[in-house]
């Protein structure tokens, strides 16, 4: 093998000329340097459309593109001179090359790697495996998806949506996201909420495209009703029930605390006039704890075995759960509401309307302001709930997309640009093909 080809693998490029590769000494030790230049067919080509254009000057003379790394981490460098040409459709730009992505300093193989990586593993991983800076992976992220996604469209086919609004900084800052409920996949995402936001969205539709729409799913807000129905003349809205169950887990909490500031007041009270205890352990081996402190110990740390679906729950938390639902009648009361609303959207269809009445009654009457309020709330929402347990929206496959959004924002955090958070969760939630570098695609279920 001659040292050309054996460059031409090490960089993952076959079209390229190799003119020289050398070792360079760095200041931790060694890195290789391809020296190489596009073949002749390749070169004056536009970096942005790939049009064969006229050399319009040298640019900055000689640039260098990391490729991947070495085995034991021996860092590798294409190096090349960077002519700008003059293309008709997009100006000045530094000309193509076949090894990297226009305004990128990295190969494409480097940059699969990364994005590929970023689906997988944590920040910091990343960039210590890769030797890079956190901030260079936004871009590749937002480069290999726009290449991925481009002469696809997410709206073909289309026909059953959810809209979700999460937010992604602390802050409050927003995205509006439409998912496809057929494939689960992400279609839209949009900065901000609200119906401007909404509204850019169905304004990249097409007529027939709107026309089809046929089932919407979302949080239930009005305005939301209002902008579907005035874009999409088909659609029937339905409420996504994880919605539904996270207003009743929100009340839920708000009660445990109340509760707990109660036990604490209580607490308070028992205390005054006592002589002062030490902290710690007394002379003598510990001392029994009183029923007040025992109560605000156990409602301090309801609040996951409250929350979360009972079946999700491990020994420790069941232990607690039963612990407070003995003790709190209130609690106790709240939390079945919550329960047999959650259990509402596995019942068959024929038996929801009665169960909601009869929820909505209990609620009526179970003396707890934020839930006799909320079976009011449920009420001007009942045709939507029927409606998403008539059509059998998936509320596991949404809650699943929206873990992977979740899990995303949270991967992307420190992104400074909204495009690049934007760009990752296409990536994670928009079902495109991304594979490693010499690897196969994905096989075709993973197509729109
Ligand atoms: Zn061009």
């Given at each position: 093998m001659t040292v050309s080809s054996l460059a031409k693998k090490l960089v993952g490029v076959n079209n390229i000329v190799i003119e020289n590769v050398e070792l360079e000494a760095t200041s931790v030790g060694e890195q290789i340097v391809i020296r190489a230049r596009p073949r002749k067919n390749a070169q004056f080509r536009c970096g942005v459309c790939g049009r064969k254009c006229s050399r319009f000057d040298h640019g900055k003379g000689l640039r260098r593109w990391r490729a991947p790394d070495l085995g034991a981490g021996t860092m590798i460098f294409i190096e090349a001179e960077a002519p700008r040409v003059n293309c008709p459709d997009h100006g000045v730009v530094v000309q193509q090359v076949p090894w990297a992505r226009h305004k990128s300093r990295f190969t494409r193989s480097f940059e699969d790697t990364a994005v590929w990586l970023s689906l997988h593993l944590s920040r910091k991983a990343i960039a210590e495996y890769l030797q890079i800076s956190w901030d260079t992976v936004g871009p590749m992220i937002t480069r290999v998806e726009q290449e991925l996604s481009a002469g696809?469209?997410?709206?073909?086919?289309?026909?059953?949506?959810?809209?979700?609004?999460?937010?992604?900084?602390?802050?409050?800052?927003?995205?509006?996201?439409?998912?496809?409920?057929?494939?689960?996949?992400?279609?839209?995402?949009?900065?901000?909420?609200?119906?401007?936001?909404?509204?850019?969205?169905?304004?990249?539709?097409?007529?027939?495209?709107?026309?089809?729409?046929?089932?919407?799913?979302?949080?239930?807000?009005?305005?939301i009703k209002n902008t579907v129905y005035a874009y999409c003349p088909n659609a029937t809205f339905c409420i996504d029930p994880f919605h539904v169950v996270s207003w009743c887990t929100e009340l839920l909490d708000a009660v445990r605390k109340e509760e707990w500031n109660k036990a604490r007041m209580e607490l308070a009270a028992e205390r005054k006039g006592q002589p002062k205890r030490g902290r710690g352990r007394q002379k003598g081996g510990q001392t029994e704890k009183t029923a007040a402190e025992q109560r605000v110990e156990i409602v301090k740390s309801a609040k996951y075995p409250l929350l979360m679906n009972p079946d999700n729950l491990n020994e420790r938390y069941k232990t607690k759960l039963q612990q407070i639902?003995?003790?709190?009648?209130?609690?106790?009361?709240?939390?079945?509401?919550?329960?047999?609303?959650?259990?509402?959207?596995?019942?068959?269809?024929?038996?929801?309307?009665?169960?909601?009445?009869?929820?909505?009654?209990?609620?009526?009457s179970c003396r707890i302001p934020q839930f006799v309020e909320l079976q009011r709330k449920i009420k001007r929402h009942k045709n939507a709930i029927l409606a998403t347990i008539r059509y059998g929206i998936s509320n596991a496959r949404m809650e699943a997309t929206n873990n992977k959004v979740k899990l995303t924002l949270r991967m992307a955090y420190g992104f400074r640009n909204i495009d690049h958070l934007i760009s990752a969760i296409f990536l994670s939630c928009g079902n495109l093909p991304i594979y490693l570098p010499g690897r196969h695609p994905l096989p075709a279920t993973h197509t729109l």
């Open positions: 696809r469209s997410r709206f073909d086919g289309l026909v059953n949506i959810a809209i979700d609004e999460t937010f992604y900084k602390k802050g409050h800052k927003y995205l509006t996201l439409i998912l496809n409920h057929d494939t689960n996949a992400v279609v839209w995402a949009g900065k901000g909420y609200g119906k401007a936001v909404l509204e850019q969205f169905f304004t990249l539709l097409t007529p027939e495209q709107r026309q089809r729409i046929h089932l919407v799913s979302g949080d239930g807000a009005q305005w639902l003995l003790r709190d009648r209130r609690l106790a009361t709240a939390y079945r509401l919550k329960e047999e609303l959650r259990l509402i959207f596995k019942l068959p269809v024929e038996e929801v309307g009665a169960a909601i009445e009869k929820w909505r009654r209990r609620a009526w």
